[in-house]
């Protein structure tokens, strides 16, 4: 089945350490996107990547890292600089940039 | 400053009643309008809309766009307990897609 896949679906950090999120698809997608959610808040973008060894920072890129060495897969790293990262992160990817983009599942991270 | 904004924010309803979600825009180089289900995790794609004036529909449910007034409405019928859901707009110009906060929809057996 092809689709977007992301891991874990629930993860819990402490304050101060890094932790990075899986996103993964096999529908031979070129785009791929991440998003925040927050209650209230229309989905935020974060970074996306239009081509494979490429990215660009989106609206609140501050405190993230991505990386996009595979076509498959676009982890996301939340890192100890990101001042609120309790959240639920949304990955998508695209056929194309610019293209109507499909959802993956999900991650709702919570730092205690 | 480009924005979407949706409303209600919020909304209550009973199985059987239709319902209309509003969706306005000021996006700089509009290209397209996309309707989006969330329940509890990812969201789903329901519609893409470009042209003014053409209705898409999909069972129950049925959207149009206003490129004039710079609206979409998404409209539900006969809505179901399966229909409680936030419903996403997002509107994409050529350089990203813009969300809306979402409507929340809660049908009510």
Not at chain 1, 18 to 35: G, I, K, P
Not at chain 1, 50 to 70: C, L, P, T
Not at chain 1, 80 to 92: E, M
Request: net charge positive; hydrophobic share 30%.
């Amino acid at each position: 089945d092809g689709g977007i896949t992301q891991s874990p679906k629930y993860l819990f950090r402490k304050e101060g350490q890094n932790v990075t999120l899986s996103c993964e698809q096999n529908l031979n997608h070129d785009a791929m996107y991440w998003y925040r959610q927050d209650p209230g808040q229309g989905l935020r973008l974060i970074y996306y990547s239009q081509i494979v060894n490429d990215f660009q920072k989106g609206d609140i890129a501050e405190g993230y890292s991505v990386s996009r060495e595979k076509k498959e897969s676009f982890p996301l790293t939340v890192t100890s600089a990101q001042k609120n990262p309790t959240a639920f992160y949304l990955c998508a990817s695209s056929q194309y940039w610019r293209d109507t983009q499909y959802f993956g599942p999900g991650t709702r991270l919570t730092v205690l | 400053e480009d924005k979407v904004v949706q409303s209600p924010l919020s909304l209550v309803v009973h199985e059987g009643d239709t319902v209309t979600l509003n969706c306005s825009y000021e996006v700089t180089n509009f290209r397209s309008l996309l309707w989006y289900k969330q329940e509890k995790k990812a969201p789903t794609f329901l519609f893409m809309l470009t042209s003014s004036g053409i209705e898409k529909k999909s069972g129950r449910l049925s959207s149009i766009l206003d490129k004039k007034e710079l609206f979409s409405i998404l409209n539900i019928t006969a809505t179901q307990t399966g229909d409680s859901a936030i419903y996403l707009c997002a509107v994409y110009n050529f350089n990203k897609f813009y969300f809306g906060s979402g409507t929340k929809l809660n049908v009510k057996p």
